[in-house]
């Protein structure tokens, strides 16, 4: 054997090397983790209890208006929900399509469910494939009713408010909503319906998910 | 510590620019050793009598290849981390071809030209003046092309998930085609071994 390689130019060496991995690469097969995963527990209770896993409300809301297309707004609500009302440029990925959905492991993943404890439940999986990138919204569909649709004004606000009491009502004006203003009992009249979706004209830019998909700038 | 070392978090935006220009002068300079600063040598493959540069990219590309795929098998680099440019086939198609058509022309590619630059060569400054006002000229008018730009969008896509193959066949079959190449380029420069300018 080796008074045959002694023959051989280092070319021709070097090919046998790369023909004799080429056949190895046959035996282990696909090289991407499959689905059996190992959790670490002290990271994963650390992100938990420092609440870096979260994305409020007004957070989220200057995410769109700005038009930033570095994420993915995920409602992991059923369809039907996600048709009646859904945060503009979310996506609908219902938890139980969570395993199948294509989502990338290095994307920027929000999630947002009706109350919170789905998009948790949808984190907590998601982390379970290795996903190091998602996050929730805070309080879910009810907190973003609450502090970007329907936010509560005071009647009489101070003078040191009124900058940002003018920012709420933008931000508001932009996802169709109505500041809501008086009584506590207000909350639950018919003026606070979920606004019907609709592509607000104040906006800069829109979100990746409603604007197709955009060409990243990497790779050679 | 697991590639891809950026996406672990290994260093920020700032030392990966510093990364990428380190990466980038060594890319530079294994092309240059390789010849591929030469307009000659790198227009010799479309002759035939020459095919360095195919045979360069193609042991780049399979040793990429191996690389990467034993790394990964080994635990030491996560593939599903690693970007994939996305395919559009159409607007890609007709990119190639122009990319193509001024390779034969200018005798350069864009990473070479600026080989060629760097190394104080005239046609390669020259071909570098071509890819700004290339650049100009789409930036001004994307707007007229863009609907052809974003067209025949297939996403992320990988010769496994188009062939159904298994990864470790794609790669064994990458190989042969490789090897195949190389046998074939022996030959088409024998065979037109007349015509290399003296």
Redesign the interface.
Known sequence: MMKLLSGWTW?QKC?LI??A???G?????????GTRVSLDMKELGLIVQNETDHISAPELADWIIQGRADYRLIDVRSDAEYNEYHIQGAESIPVGELATA?L???EKLVLYSEGGIHAAQAWMLLAGR?FKHSYMLTGGLDEWKDRILFPRLPESPLPAQRDSLARVKSVCAFFGGTPQSGAAEDALTDSKRVPKLQIPTGGTGTPKAAG??K??K??? | MSAPLFKYGLFGDNMGLVVAFGIGIGFGFFLERAGFGSGRKLAAQFYGYDLTVFKVMFTAIITAMLGLYYLSVLGLVDLSLVYVSPTYLLPQIAGGLLLGFGFVIGGYCPGTSCVAAATGRIDGFVYLCGIVVGIFVFGESFSLIEAFYNSSSMGSITLPAVTGLSYGLVVFLVVLMALGGFWFAGRAEKKWAHIRPE
């Open positions: 070319t090919a790369a023909l991995l080429g056949v690469a046959v035996l282990p097969g696909s090289p991407y983790r294509e990338g492991r290095n290795g197709g998909k060409k990243k990497e790779g050679c």
